[in-house]
């Protein structure tokens, strides 16, 4: 698997949790009225997808095969750039 790849899938999972955790929410009955619905359901993605990313790197130093909480227990690597 390409690196730019397990990137995409290190940095789309997170987002996808956070997303499903944000209609989680809203089944489960959190309502908001119309007037800040779009606003704060946008932030409590954005925020529930950050908290997830961090949780699961804080895991995935201390134990490793937790990789797999971002999707890939792969790490992409990141070459130096070519000088100009």
Excluded: K, N
Excluded at 59 to 70: F, I, M
């Amino acid at each position: 698997m390409s690196d730019h790849l397990v990137s995409l899938i290190r940095t789309w999972t997170p987002i996808a949790v956070g997303s499903a955790l944000a209609w989680l929410a809203s089944t489960l009955g959190v309502v908001l009225d119309d007037g800040t619905s779009t606003a704060l359901t946008a932030g409590a993605v954005g925020l529930a997808a950050a908290a997830y990313y961090a949780l699961a790197r804080a895991l995935e130093s201390r134990w490793p095969v937790l990789g797999v909480l971002l999707g890939t227990r792969r790490e992409p690597t990141y070459g130096q750039p070519d000088e100009q």
